[in-house]
Protein backbone atom coordinates (compact mmCIF):
# COMPACT_ATOMS: atom_id res chain seq x y z
CA UNK A 1 0.00 0.00 0.00
CA UNK A 2 1.45 3.59 -0.76
CA UNK A 3 2.34 5.46 1.78
CA UNK A 4 2.36 9.04 2.11
CA UNK A 5 5.01 9.67 4.98
CA UNK A 6 8.33 9.89 3.54
CA UNK A 7 11.16 7.66 5.51
CA UNK A 8 13.57 9.67 7.92
CA UNK A 9 15.87 9.17 5.11
CA UNK A 10 13.85 10.62 2.51
CA UNK A 11 13.25 13.28 4.57
CA UNK A 12 16.07 14.36 5.39
CA UNK A 13 17.10 14.05 1.91
CA UNK A 14 14.35 16.29 0.52
CA UNK A 15 15.43 18.98 2.81
CA UNK A 16 18.73 19.23 2.08
CA UNK A 17 17.53 19.70 -1.76
CA UNK A 18 15.26 22.16 -0.75
CA UNK A 19 17.83 24.04 1.32
CA UNK A 20 20.26 24.06 -1.81
CA UNK A 21 17.61 25.28 -4.11
CA UNK A 22 15.86 27.95 -1.95
CA UNK A 23 19.86 29.61 -1.26
CA UNK A 24 21.63 28.72 -3.74
CA UNK A 25 19.57 27.60 -7.15
CA UNK A 26 16.76 30.51 -6.81
CA UNK A 27 19.70 33.18 -5.74
CA UNK A 28 21.10 32.51 -9.26
CA UNK A 29 18.49 30.95 -11.49
CA UNK A 30 17.32 34.15 -13.14
CA UNK A 31 20.72 35.37 -14.13
CA UNK A 32 21.59 31.93 -15.44
CA UNK A 33 17.89 31.97 -17.69
CA UNK A 34 19.23 35.02 -18.86
CA UNK A 35 23.38 34.12 -19.43
CA UNK A 36 22.40 30.84 -20.80
CA UNK A 37 24.08 28.80 -18.02
CA UNK A 38 24.77 28.21 -14.29
CA UNK A 39 28.07 28.61 -12.63
CA UNK A 40 29.41 25.25 -12.65
CA UNK A 41 30.22 25.61 -9.21
CA UNK A 42 26.21 25.56 -8.50
CA UNK A 43 25.65 22.50 -10.65
CA UNK A 44 28.60 20.60 -8.96
CA UNK A 45 27.20 21.27 -5.36
CA UNK A 46 23.72 19.86 -6.43
CA UNK A 47 25.89 16.84 -7.60
CA UNK A 48 27.14 16.33 -4.65
CA UNK A 49 23.75 16.12 -2.93
CA UNK A 50 24.35 12.14 -3.81
CA UNK A 51 21.35 11.62 -5.40
CA UNK A 52 22.44 9.74 -8.14
CA UNK A 53 25.42 7.53 -6.27
CA UNK A 54 22.18 6.70 -3.80
CA UNK A 55 20.61 4.72 -6.28
CA UNK A 56 23.85 2.94 -7.50
CA UNK A 57 23.91 -0.40 -5.47
CA UNK A 58 27.22 -0.62 -3.62
CA UNK A 59 28.61 -3.49 -5.67
CA UNK A 60 28.57 -0.92 -8.59
CA UNK A 61 29.75 2.07 -6.50
CA UNK A 62 27.20 3.55 -5.11
CA UNK A 63 26.02 3.69 -1.65
CA UNK A 64 22.22 2.98 -1.60
CA UNK A 65 19.79 1.03 -3.05
CA UNK A 66 17.53 2.44 -6.48
CA UNK A 67 14.16 3.95 -5.24
CA UNK A 68 11.64 5.80 -7.97
CA UNK A 69 9.83 6.71 -5.16
CA UNK A 70 12.95 8.67 -3.48
CA UNK A 71 13.87 9.88 -6.61
CA UNK A 72 10.44 11.57 -7.65
CA UNK A 73 10.62 13.14 -4.34
CA UNK A 74 14.15 14.62 -5.01
CA UNK A 75 13.26 15.99 -8.54
CA UNK A 76 10.13 17.61 -7.30
CA UNK A 77 12.32 19.68 -4.42
CA UNK A 78 15.16 20.03 -7.75
CA UNK A 79 12.58 21.46 -9.90
CA UNK A 80 11.02 23.58 -7.35
CA UNK A 81 14.30 25.49 -7.45
CA UNK A 82 14.59 25.66 -11.28
CA UNK A 83 13.94 22.94 -13.92
CA UNK A 84 17.10 23.89 -16.49
CA UNK A 85 19.11 23.24 -13.19
CA UNK A 86 17.10 20.27 -12.08
CA UNK A 87 18.04 18.49 -15.55
CA UNK A 88 21.40 19.34 -15.43
CA UNK A 89 22.01 17.99 -12.17
CA UNK A 90 19.92 14.30 -12.88
CA UNK A 91 21.60 14.28 -16.69
CA UNK A 92 23.72 11.46 -15.55
CA UNK A 93 21.34 9.56 -14.32
CA UNK A 94 19.88 9.38 -18.32
CA UNK A 95 22.84 6.54 -18.70
CA UNK A 96 22.99 5.30 -15.40
CA UNK A 97 19.35 4.17 -14.71
CA UNK A 98 18.92 2.57 -18.16
CA UNK A 99 22.04 0.63 -17.80
CA UNK A 100 21.23 -0.06 -14.14
CA UNK A 101 17.51 -1.50 -14.93
CA UNK A 102 18.45 -3.04 -18.77
CA UNK A 103 22.16 -3.48 -19.31
CA UNK A 104 24.48 -6.07 -19.21
CA UNK A 105 26.89 -7.27 -16.52
CA UNK A 106 29.71 -5.61 -18.30
CA UNK A 107 28.14 -2.67 -18.80
CA UNK A 108 27.17 -2.33 -15.00
CA UNK A 109 30.85 -3.09 -14.26
CA UNK A 110 32.30 -0.50 -16.60
CA UNK A 111 29.47 2.87 -16.19
CA UNK A 112 28.06 2.43 -12.83
CA UNK A 113 31.02 3.02 -10.81
CA UNK A 114 32.35 5.44 -13.02
CA UNK A 115 29.44 7.79 -12.12
CA UNK A 116 29.55 6.72 -8.80
CA UNK A 117 33.45 7.57 -7.97
CA UNK A 118 33.13 10.89 -10.11
CA UNK A 119 34.65 13.89 -7.97
CA UNK A 120 32.72 16.22 -10.58
CA UNK A 121 29.89 16.25 -12.29
CA UNK A 122 30.08 13.35 -14.78
CA UNK A 123 28.53 14.21 -18.72
CA UNK A 124 26.75 11.34 -19.53
CA UNK A 125 23.88 12.55 -21.82
CA UNK A 126 21.39 10.68 -23.51
CA UNK A 127 19.71 11.60 -27.15
CA UNK A 128 16.20 10.25 -27.63
CA UNK A 129 14.26 13.28 -29.04
CA UNK A 130 14.23 14.28 -32.73
CA UNK A 131 13.11 16.80 -35.06
CA UNK A 132 9.80 16.96 -36.49
CA UNK A 133 6.10 17.13 -35.54
CA UNK A 134 5.82 13.46 -36.18
CA UNK A 135 8.58 11.97 -33.82
CA UNK A 136 7.12 9.22 -31.60
CA UNK A 137 9.31 7.79 -29.13
CA UNK A 138 8.64 4.40 -29.97
CA UNK A 139 9.53 4.61 -33.26
CA UNK A 140 12.41 6.74 -33.77
CA UNK A 141 13.49 7.72 -37.19
CA UNK A 142 16.77 6.78 -36.32
CA UNK A 143 18.46 3.54 -37.15
CA UNK A 144 20.81 1.10 -35.84
CA UNK A 145 21.83 -1.85 -38.74
CA UNK A 146 23.91 -4.87 -37.62
CA UNK A 147 26.80 -5.36 -40.02
CA UNK A 148 28.81 -8.05 -38.69
CA UNK A 149 29.86 -7.27 -34.74
CA UNK A 150 29.41 -4.00 -35.28
CA UNK A 151 25.89 -1.72 -35.58
CA UNK A 152 25.98 1.49 -37.92
CA UNK A 153 23.74 4.53 -36.19
CA UNK A 154 22.60 7.00 -38.31
CA UNK A 155 20.03 9.62 -37.91
CA UNK A 156 19.30 13.07 -36.49
CA UNK A 157 18.75 13.91 -32.82
CA UNK A 158 17.54 17.54 -31.42
CA UNK A 159 17.61 18.57 -27.27
CA UNK A 160 20.97 16.91 -26.40
CA UNK A 161 22.24 17.85 -23.04
CA UNK A 162 25.77 18.89 -23.17
CA UNK A 163 26.42 17.13 -26.03
CA UNK A 164 30.09 19.06 -26.62
CA UNK A 165 30.93 18.23 -23.44
CA UNK A 166 29.67 14.17 -22.80
CA UNK A 167 31.98 11.62 -22.60
CA UNK A 168 29.57 9.24 -23.47
CA UNK A 169 26.47 9.20 -25.06
CA UNK A 170 23.23 7.04 -24.91
CA UNK A 171 21.42 7.09 -28.18
CA UNK A 172 18.32 5.53 -29.07
CA UNK A 173 17.91 3.78 -32.10
CA UNK A 174 15.25 1.76 -34.24
CA UNK A 175 16.86 -1.93 -35.24
CA UNK A 176 16.54 -1.70 -39.05
CA UNK A 177 15.71 -5.27 -38.90
CA UNK A 178 13.62 -6.04 -36.27
CA UNK A 179 11.88 -2.74 -35.91
CA UNK A 180 13.04 -2.72 -31.70
CA UNK A 181 13.90 0.43 -30.42
CA UNK A 182 17.36 -0.08 -28.55
CA UNK A 183 19.75 2.01 -26.68
CA UNK A 184 23.19 2.31 -27.98
CA UNK A 185 26.69 3.44 -25.88
CA UNK A 186 28.35 5.95 -28.11
CA UNK A 187 32.13 7.59 -26.68
CA UNK A 188 32.84 11.03 -27.48
CA UNK A 189 34.52 11.70 -30.76
CA UNK A 190 33.28 8.88 -32.21
CA UNK A 191 33.75 8.77 -36.14
CA UNK A 192 30.29 9.89 -38.00
CA UNK A 193 28.32 11.77 -34.73
CA UNK A 194 28.82 16.10 -35.47
CA UNK A 195 26.92 18.23 -33.43
CA UNK A 196 25.28 21.48 -34.76
CA UNK A 197 25.21 25.03 -32.78
CA UNK A 198 23.55 25.54 -29.38
CA UNK A 199 19.72 25.36 -29.14
CA UNK A 200 18.20 28.49 -29.16
CA UNK A 201 14.88 27.46 -26.87
CA UNK A 202 11.88 29.29 -25.38
CA UNK A 203 12.47 28.00 -22.22
CA UNK A 204 15.65 25.64 -19.93
CA UNK A 205 17.82 28.13 -21.42
CA UNK A 206 20.34 27.83 -18.42
CA UNK A 207 20.67 23.87 -20.19
CA UNK A 208 22.81 23.74 -22.88
CA UNK A 209 21.29 21.38 -26.00
CA UNK A 210 22.42 20.66 -29.49
CA UNK A 211 21.19 19.22 -32.23
CA UNK A 212 23.31 16.16 -33.00
CA UNK A 213 23.68 14.08 -36.38
CA UNK A 214 25.14 10.30 -36.73
CA UNK A 215 25.97 9.41 -40.00
CA UNK A 216 26.88 5.63 -40.27
CA UNK A 217 28.82 6.02 -36.50
CA UNK A 218 30.05 2.70 -35.86
CA UNK A 219 29.77 1.48 -32.41
CA UNK A 220 30.77 -2.63 -31.19
CA UNK A 221 27.78 -4.83 -31.19
CA UNK A 222 28.60 -4.44 -27.02
CA UNK A 223 27.91 -1.45 -27.23
CA UNK A 224 23.64 -2.02 -27.17
CA UNK A 225 22.28 -1.30 -24.05
CA UNK A 226 21.13 -4.93 -22.92
CA UNK A 227 23.33 -6.92 -25.48
CA UNK A 228 21.80 -9.50 -27.62
CA UNK A 229 18.80 -9.81 -25.02
CA UNK A 230 18.24 -5.95 -26.14
CA UNK A 231 16.65 -3.23 -24.32
CA UNK A 232 13.98 -2.59 -22.10
CA UNK A 233 12.85 0.55 -23.56
CA UNK A 234 8.99 0.81 -22.08
CA UNK A 235 10.74 0.11 -18.99
CA UNK A 236 13.21 3.23 -19.18
CA UNK A 237 10.25 5.41 -21.38
CA UNK A 238 8.07 4.91 -18.01
CA UNK A 239 10.96 5.73 -15.63
CA UNK A 240 11.51 8.67 -17.95
CA UNK A 241 7.75 9.79 -17.95
CA UNK A 242 7.83 9.43 -13.86
CA UNK A 243 10.98 11.74 -13.41
CA UNK A 244 9.42 14.37 -15.91
CA UNK A 245 5.76 14.38 -13.98
CA UNK A 246 7.92 14.92 -10.85
CA UNK A 247 9.80 17.78 -12.73
CA UNK A 248 6.53 19.26 -13.65
CA UNK A 249 5.08 19.23 -10.13
CA UNK A 250 7.91 21.00 -8.73
CA UNK A 251 7.71 24.13 -11.16
CA UNK A 252 4.01 23.80 -10.58
CA UNK A 253 4.48 24.09 -6.60
CA UNK A 254 7.22 26.93 -6.72
CA UNK A 255 4.94 29.10 -9.15
CA UNK A 256 1.61 28.05 -6.57
CA UNK A 257 3.77 29.14 -3.94
CA UNK A 258 5.22 32.27 -5.21
CA UNK A 259 1.20 33.64 -6.34
CA UNK A 260 -0.08 32.66 -3.23
CA UNK A 261 2.43 34.45 -1.21
CA UNK A 262 2.20 37.68 -3.76
CA UNK A 263 -1.68 37.76 -3.40
CA UNK A 264 -1.22 37.80 0.53
CA UNK A 265 0.89 40.87 0.49
CA UNK A 266 -0.28 42.82 -2.78
CA UNK A 267 -2.51 45.14 -1.15
CA UNK A 268 -5.13 46.84 -3.36
CA UNK A 269 -8.00 49.32 -2.12
CA UNK A 270 -6.97 48.43 1.54
CA UNK A 271 -6.85 44.62 0.95
CA UNK A 272 -4.57 41.55 -0.06
CA UNK A 273 -5.82 40.48 -3.20
CA UNK A 274 -6.14 37.07 -1.94
CA UNK A 275 -8.74 38.39 -0.83
CA UNK A 276 -10.68 38.19 -4.03
CA UNK A 277 -13.07 35.58 -4.70
CA UNK A 278 -11.33 35.51 -7.66
CA UNK A 279 -7.99 34.89 -6.69
CA UNK A 280 -8.85 32.73 -4.17
CA UNK A 281 -10.97 30.51 -6.62
CA UNK A 282 -7.54 30.61 -9.00
CA UNK A 283 -5.52 29.80 -6.14
CA UNK A 284 -7.27 26.71 -5.12
CA UNK A 285 -7.77 25.53 -8.63
CA UNK A 286 -3.40 25.26 -8.61
CA UNK A 287 -3.33 24.02 -5.23
CA UNK A 288 -5.86 20.82 -6.39
CA UNK A 289 -4.01 20.57 -9.59
CA UNK A 290 -0.84 20.34 -7.90
CA UNK A 291 -1.76 17.78 -5.78
CA UNK A 292 -3.02 15.73 -7.88
CA UNK A 293 -0.23 15.29 -10.34
CA UNK A 294 1.38 14.72 -7.49
CA UNK A 295 -0.40 11.71 -6.77
CA UNK A 296 -0.49 10.44 -9.95
CA UNK A 297 3.36 10.55 -9.85
CA UNK A 298 3.61 8.94 -6.75
CA UNK A 299 1.22 6.09 -7.95
CA UNK A 300 3.47 5.63 -10.95
CA UNK A 301 6.75 5.48 -9.34
CA UNK A 302 5.36 3.25 -6.25
CA UNK A 303 4.17 0.87 -9.17
CA UNK A 304 7.83 1.20 -10.73
CA UNK A 305 9.36 0.10 -7.15
CA UNK A 306 7.02 -2.81 -6.80
CA UNK A 307 8.24 -4.21 -10.31
CA UNK A 308 6.82 -7.46 -10.80
CA UNK A 309 7.89 -7.47 -14.18
CA UNK A 310 5.62 -4.88 -16.00
CA UNK A 311 6.73 -1.59 -17.23
CA UNK A 312 3.65 0.53 -16.30
CA UNK A 313 3.65 2.38 -19.47
CA UNK A 314 0.33 3.67 -18.57
CA UNK A 315 0.53 4.54 -15.13
CA UNK A 316 3.42 6.60 -15.94
CA UNK A 317 1.98 8.19 -18.76
CA UNK A 318 -0.89 9.58 -17.12
CA UNK A 319 1.27 10.92 -14.62
CA UNK A 320 3.65 12.88 -17.14
CA UNK A 321 0.56 13.90 -19.36
CA UNK A 322 -1.28 15.22 -16.31
CA UNK A 323 1.66 16.87 -14.44
CA UNK A 324 2.57 18.54 -17.57
CA UNK A 325 -0.82 20.13 -18.46
CA UNK A 326 -1.34 20.67 -14.63
CA UNK A 327 2.45 22.80 -15.06
CA UNK A 328 1.46 24.80 -17.47
CA UNK A 329 -2.32 25.46 -16.09
CA UNK A 330 -0.82 26.59 -12.95
CA UNK A 331 2.38 28.54 -13.99
CA UNK A 332 -0.08 30.04 -16.61
CA UNK A 333 -2.26 30.90 -13.27
CA UNK A 334 0.63 32.66 -11.86
CA UNK A 335 1.62 35.00 -14.37
CA UNK A 336 -2.32 35.88 -14.09
CA UNK A 337 -2.32 36.48 -10.19
CA UNK A 338 0.63 38.67 -10.51
CA UNK A 339 -0.72 40.69 -13.18
CA UNK A 340 1.36 43.16 -15.05
CA UNK A 341 4.06 42.22 -12.85
CA UNK A 342 3.65 38.28 -13.78
CA UNK A 343 4.94 39.64 -16.96
CA UNK A 344 7.99 41.18 -16.13
CA UNK A 345 11.20 39.16 -15.99
CA UNK A 346 12.24 40.31 -12.76
CA UNK A 347 9.62 38.18 -11.24
CA UNK A 348 10.31 34.24 -12.26
CA UNK A 349 6.60 33.30 -13.33
CA UNK A 350 6.77 34.29 -16.25
CA UNK A 351 10.19 31.95 -16.38
CA UNK A 352 8.31 29.38 -14.84
CA UNK A 353 5.85 29.03 -17.41
CA UNK A 354 8.11 29.38 -20.50
CA UNK A 355 9.56 25.90 -19.07
CA UNK A 356 6.42 24.54 -17.83
CA UNK A 357 5.69 24.93 -21.35
CA UNK A 358 7.94 22.42 -22.85
CA UNK A 359 7.19 19.00 -20.81
CA UNK A 360 5.33 18.11 -23.65
CA UNK A 361 8.54 17.36 -25.75
CA UNK A 362 11.32 16.39 -23.03
CA UNK A 363 10.80 13.01 -23.50
CA UNK A 364 14.07 11.23 -22.30
CA UNK A 365 15.78 14.18 -20.57
CA UNK A 366 15.19 12.95 -17.17
CA UNK A 367 15.18 9.17 -15.89
CA UNK A 368 14.49 8.74 -12.11
Known amino acids: MLSFTPTDEQQMLVDAITKFAAADVRACAHDADEDDGFPPEVVQKGWELGILPASIPEEYGGFGEHSAITNVLAAEALAWGDLALALAVMLPATVANPVHFSGTEEQKQNILPQIAAAERLPYFSTALLETGISFDA ?24 FATEAQMLLVYARDSETGNVDGYLVERGAEGMQFGKREKLMGIRALPTYHAQFNNVRVGAACKLGGEAGTRYQRILSHSRTALAALAVGVARGAFEYARDYAKTRV ?43 DYTTESYLAKEYAAKAALFVTDCAVQVLGGHGYIREHPVERWLRNARGFTAFEGLAVI
Open 268 to 310: QFGAPIAHRQSIAFMLAEMAIEVDSARLLTWEAAWKLDQDHGG
Open 138 to 161: NAPRTTATREGDHYLISGEKCYVP
